[in-house]
């Protein structure tokens, strides 16, 4: 059984700065991309950043780009999202999920697991 279990979240205001740990068990993991996913109030699911299994290639969504990072320990099973240059539009519950195959996938139904989410609020 595969558990992913996020951290890291919480109160920033706008401009600062955010890490988000998510610890992923099950000996699958490694072989897995990462993903992570983040849903505001009254919004649908959105997707964030994937990582793939070796870490060397990350798929970013454009509202992200040049201010979220990812990168993956698997000796740990861990994966990390920086979150810089924060706005308030990017608070939100963020999830971290394992995708079903090893190549990054930005659609939800990629994932076979998820975690239950750590929730960022970015205000003043």
């Known amino acids: 059984q595969v558990q992913v279990v996020e951290s890291g979240g919480g109160l920033v205001q706008p401009g600062g700065s955010l890490r988000l740990s998510c610890a992923a068990s099950?000996?699958?993991?490694?072989?897995?991309?990462m993903g992570w996913f983040r849903q505001a109030p009254g919004k649908q699911r959105e997707f964030v950043i994937s990582?793939?299994?070796?870490?060397?290639?990350?798929y970013y969504a454009d509202s992200v780009k040049g201010r979220f990072a990812c990168s993956r320990d698997n000796a740990k099973n861990m994966v990390y999202l920086q979150m810089n240059s924060l706005k308030p539009e990017d608070t939100a519950v963020y999830y971290c999920a394992v995708a079903r195959g090893a190549y990054y996938d930005p659609r939800p139904g990629g994932y076979e697991y998820w975690g239950q989410g750590t929730e960022v609020t970015v205000s003043s």
């Open positions: 099950g000996s699958i993991v490694s072989s897995r991309a």
């Open positions: 990582i793939d299994r070796s870490g060397d290639n990350t």
